[in-house]
Each structure stands twice: as C-alpha cells, then as structure tokens.
T-cell receptor
C-alpha cells in the first residue's frame, strides 16, 4: 500500500538559512498535517490543510509557513532557522477526521 | 487544554511476560483516541482508533480498550520485536484536526 512520502529525509542547514520540506500524501487522502518532534519529545502539531485550505493551526512559529498545492502535496517553509529548530518533522495524511498515517520524517539539523 | 498522560514512562519485560500500558486523557468532546507505535528515528505507525467508552480493538498480540477517562494497551506474550515507544493521542471534537500526543511509553522486551 502507498505511504506518505517526505523529502528530503535529511537536511543540514546553517543558522539563519531557509529550508523547504515536502510531503506527498497517500492518494485520495484530503487532509495533510505537519508535526515537529524534538529529541525525546512527543510530536507537536504545527499546521494542517483540508482540501488545500488551512484547517487548523498549532504552535507554529511565524518564521514557518506551509501550503498545500493542487496535486495535494504540501510544503513546509522554514526561514531564519535557529538551533532550536533541529528536530524530526513529520507529515501525516488522512481522509478528513480519520486516523492519520505518518511519513518517515525529515531530520533537520541546524548548525 | 487537552492533556494526555502515559504511564509508565518505560517498561522492561521478559519475552512472554504480558503487561498493560496506560493512557489517561482530559479532552473536551473526545472524537477519537489513537494508539501509535514508533521506532527510533521513524514515523509513528498507526495501530488503533477508539471512539467510545467500552470499545475494544485487537491486532495480533495487542489489545486496546477505552473508558471515559483512560485507555489501556494490553500486550500479551510480547516478543522482542514489540520493543518500541507506544504513543497515545487524542482528537477533540468540533472542527479540530490536530492530535495531542502523550509522551509515550518506551517498551523493551528482552529475549
């Protein structure tokens, strides 16, 4: 069965640089979610999109933005990166309110 | 604010030694309690969704149950490959999409 695809899998950036993370949801899923997981922490919700419209917003910094495109893939843009942004970033997808299926994650390291 | 508390934080079992993990929650209008399994550095893997008190679901050696205040994940005769972090998450009712996670239980099953 098709799963959520995330790219890149690993990303190394310098402080104050910009990063773009991509997510390709499971086919026919209409909702995409972004979560951040720091070392030893539980996943923290950042933002979600339903049918390409922002549907919910969590503790996402103003330096971050995201969107969902016409083909349903989503991108998380992160600017002015800080050391504290180093984490695993997961994308998940679902059919509206049903269970969320997570991708393998992007490990972001900010130096 | 939604709260999810998992216990114990860590559990070490011998192969074949059955046990239970606990997830206590406080949420306004529960619209789903979710169990995930997470291996180190990987995305959470969906296990179960429970919607109402009294509901039970089973999958191989795992059984999840739900009351109005907590959920249990029972592990029967575990094997070393069951070693992972088990995460519990809740979704609030209304137009809320995000999952609020607990900090997880790290399960280690020794051969």
């Amino acid at each position: 069965a098709a799963g959520v695809i995330q790219s890149p899998r690993h990303l190394i950036k310098e402080k104050r640089e910009t990063a773009t993370l991509k997510c390709y949801p499971i086919p026919r899923h209409d909702t995409v979610y972004w979560y951040q997981q720091g070392p030893g922490q539980d996943p923290q919700f950042l933002i979600s999109f339903y049918e390409k419209m922002q549907s919910d917003k969590g503790s996402i910094p103003d330096r971050f933005s995201a969107q969902q495109f016409s083909d349903y893939h989503s991108e998380l843009n992160m600017s002015s990166l800080e050391l504290g942004d180093s984490a695993l970033y997961f994308c998940a997808s679902s059919h509206i309110y049903n269970e969320q299926f997570f991708g393998p994650g992007t490990r972001l390291t900010v130096l | 604010e939604d709260q999810v508390t998992q216990s114990p934080e860590a559990l070490r079992l011998q192969e074949g030694e059955s046990s239970s993990l606990n997830c206590s929650y406080t949420v306004s209008g529960l619209r789903g309690l979710f169990w995930y399994r997470q291996d180190p550095g990987k995305g959470p893997e969906f296990l179960f969704t429970l919607y109402s008190a009294g509901e039970e679901k089973e999958k191989e050696r795992l059984k999840a149950t739900l009351t109005k205040k907590e959920s249990f994940l029972h592990i029967t005769a575990p094997k070393p490959e069951d070693s992972a972090t088990y995460l519990c998450a809740v979704r609030r009712g209304g137009s809320n999409y995000k999952l609020t996670f607990g900090k997880g239980t790290l399960l280690t099953v020794n051969p």
